[in-house]
């Protein structure tokens, strides 16, 4: 349904949908049986996918096939001079191309007229811009937008921008992401938003039940998992004071491979294929809870759960994994200056040398909602007052608060792992 008094763009449509001799063409095919399959310029198309703009040349070598972006803004991403489009392309691999869908919280008004034919127009000029490129392999149009589903405004939204988008382009479907499966949001979804072709979800510690939830919820057609990895920050134990706890690499590692496995085995006909999350670095609730890298850009043992699956083989050089990070202080509250030991246990199949950066970091007072932006909490100086390689003496920073001890592991060959646990200083 379309809100009354609003066209669906000032800007004229194309005067011809025809394919682009540099454009590929992508289809969702149905069999007889129901069994649905991505077929990009006649071939079928598994996705092998990764969330990110960095790491090109790992993500392809490692058996993935596929980037997924946000915004139209990283595309123009250009080391090198080479824009990620024609990056993607050189190396093989194709995008799920990000138009990014407005969010309340961000002060989208759905409501607004002018708001609305600004955004319709935004996106049809991202669409003409680079539907010709033959990376190009799907729009995800809007990421986790809808909030808490209840506003039918924003599904109704959705479905212009759609149709917009289908005539700018018909030859790439679109795939909407939502956050979750919670408030029945699939169901409210498919009442008004029936251009759709793709349902993309956004899920971590459910995410080996998402077949059955959307079964559940009356969705029988093609969808992705756009986003999995560890267990999120909001479904851990905390701690007294509120901190979350953060899963070690041994248990990261089990949650990638069981969501992905579990939607290839039982979401087989519907399930296109996957996203990991995230194919780089990203500060939320902490700086390496959601990061397959290292800020400092070593690869983590997500990176080679990935290759495993993808590839069914080892990689190369294995990255070094922690299994355990032990202390009298983890999750304890403790006096300020008091001296503490720490151990780390890990395991190191390349059997090289390992470097091992011990350090003390205040707890995030910035933490944001929906994976937005946060600014990165200060490491605090003169804490590590010995460093034994797999154990340290930490002494407390003086100042009352909540702070993490972190462990960075790096190998010789590009790999790394880190874990952390809190705790709070008197």
Same mark, same amino acid.
């Given at each position: 349904?379309?809100?009354?008094?609003?066209?669906?763009?000032?800007?004229?449509?194309?005067?011809?949908?025809?394919?682009?001799?540099?454009?590929?063409?992508?289809?969702?095919?149905?069999?007889?049986?129901?069994?649905?399959?991505?077929?990009?310029?006649?071939?079928?198309?598994?996705?092998?996918?990764?969330?990110?703009?960095?790491?090109?040349?790992?993500?392809?070598?490692?058996?993935?096939?596929?980037?997924?972006?946000?915004?139209?803004?990283?595309?123009?991403?250009?080391?090198?001079?080479?824009?990620?489009?024609?990056?993607?392309?050189?190396?093989?691999?194709?995008?799920?191309?990000?138009?990014?869908?407005?969010?309340?919280?961000? /002060?989208?008004?759905?409501?607004?007229?002018?708001?609305?034919?600004?955004?319709?127009?935004?996106?049809?000029?991202?669409?003409?811009?680079?539907?010709? $490129?033959?990376?190009?392999?799907?729009?995800?149009?809007?990421?986790?937008?809808?909030?808490?589903?209840?506003?039918?405004?924003?599904?109704?939204?959705? !479905?212009?921008?759609?149709?917009?988008?289908?005539?700018?382009?018909?030859?790439?479907?679109?795939?909407?992401?939502?956050?979750?499966?919670?408030?029945?949001?699939?169901?409210?979804?498919?009442? $008004?938003?029936?251009?759709?072709?793709?349902?993309?979800?956004?899920?971590?510690?459910?995410?080996?039940?998402?077949?059955?939830?959307?079964?559940?919820?009356?969705?029988?057609?093609?969808?992705?998992?756009?986003?999995?990895?560890?267990?999120?920050?909001?479904?851990?134990?905390?701690?007294?004071?509120?901190?979350?706890?953060?899963?070690?690499?041994?248990?990261?590692?089990?949650?990638?491979?069981?969501? $992905?496995?579990?939607?290839?085995?039982?979401?087989?006909?519907?399930?296109?294929?996957?996203?990991?999350?995230?194919?780089?670095?990203?500060?939320?609730?902490?700086?390496?809870?959601?990061?397959?890298?290292?800020?400092?850009?070593?690869?983590?043992?997500?990176?080679?759960?990935?290759?495993?699956?993808?590839?069914?083989?080892?990689?190369?050089?294995?990255?070094?994994?922690?299994?355990?990070?032990?202390?009298?202080?983890?999750?304890?509250?403790?006096?300020?200056?008091?001296?503490?030991?720490?151990?780390?246990?890990?395991?190191?199949?390349?059997?090289?040398?390992?470097?091992? !950066?011990?350090?003390?970091?205040?707890?995030?007072?910035?933490?944001?909602? /929906? /994976?937005?932006?946060?600014?990165?909490?200060?490491?605090?100086? /003169?804490?590590?007052?010995?460093?034994?390689?797999?154990?340290?003496?930490?002494?407390?920073?003086?100042?009352?608060?909540?702070?993490?001890?972190?462990?960075?592991?790096?190998?010789?060959?590009?790999?790394?792992?880190?874990?952390?646990?809190?705790?709070?200083?008197?």
């Amino acid at each position: 349904m379309q809100p009354a008094g609003i066209s669906p763009s000032s800007s004229p449509v194309s005067e011809s949908s025809e394919l682009a001799p540099s454009a590929s063409k992508v289809e969702l095919v149905e069999s007889d049986s129901g069994v649905w399959q991505l077929q990009r310029n006649s071939e079928p198309y598994t996705i092998r996918g990764a969330g990110g703009i960095d790491h090109l040349e790992l993500l392809q070598r490692s058996g993935g096939n596929t980037l997924r972006t946000w915004g139209v803004d990283q595309l123009e991403n250009s080391p090198e001079g080479k824009t990620l489009l024609d990056r993607s392309a050189k190396l093989g691999l194709n995008v799920m191309l990000g138009l990014w869908v407005v969010h309340q919280r961000h /002060g989208a008004d759905y409501g607004d007229p002018k708001f609305l034919q600004q955004q319709r127009d935004r996106i049809r000029a991202s669409v003409r811009a680079y539907r010709d $490129h033959p990376a190009v392999l799907l729009w995800g149009l809007g990421n986790e937008m809808e909030a808490d589903g209840e506003d039918p405004r924003i599904w109704q939204e959705l !479905e212009v921008l759609a149709q917009i988008v289908k005539e700018e382009d018909p030859h790439h479907p679109i795939c909407t992401v939502l956050a979750g499966t919670g408030n029945e949001k699939v169901q409210r979804l498919q009442e $008004h938003y029936t251009s759709l072709d793709i349902l993309g979800i956004n899920i971590y510690g459910g995410a080996q039940s998402v077949d059955q939830r959307l079964a559940e919820q009356g969705w029988a057609r093609p969808y992705l998992l756009t986003e999995f990895g560890p267990v999120g920050h909001w479904e851990v134990e905390m701690t007294t004071w509120g901190a979350p706890i953060e899963p070690i690499s041994a248990d990261k590692v089990s949650t990638y491979d069981e969501a $992905h496995r579990s939607q290839f085995e039982r979401g087989r006909g519907l399930c296109l294929g996957t996203f990991c999350f995230i194919w780089g670095h990203k500060q939320e609730t902490t700086e390496t809870w959601f990061g397959m890298f290292l800020k400092t850009g070593e690869k983590t043992p997500m990176v080679d759960a990935m290759h495993r699956i993808w590839t069914g083989a080892e990689p190369e050089h294995r990255s070094p994994m922690i299994t355990g990070l032990h202390s009298s202080l983890r999750e304890k509250v403790a006096d300020a200056a008091s001296v503490h030991e720490v151990e780390v246990t890990y395991t190191n199949l390349d059997k090289g040398p390992l470097q091992f !950066e011990w350090s003390v970091i205040a707890e995030t007072h910035d933490r944001r909602s /929906g /994976g937005d932006v946060e600014a990165t909490p200060p490491t605090i100086p /003169g804490c590590v007052v010995e460093n034994n390689g797999d154990r340290a003496r930490i002494q407390l920073p003086d100042t009352s608060g909540a702070y993490r001890v972190f462990i960075f592991l790096r190998d010789a060959h590009g790999g790394g792992s880190a874990a952390n646990f809190p705790f709070y200083v008197a």
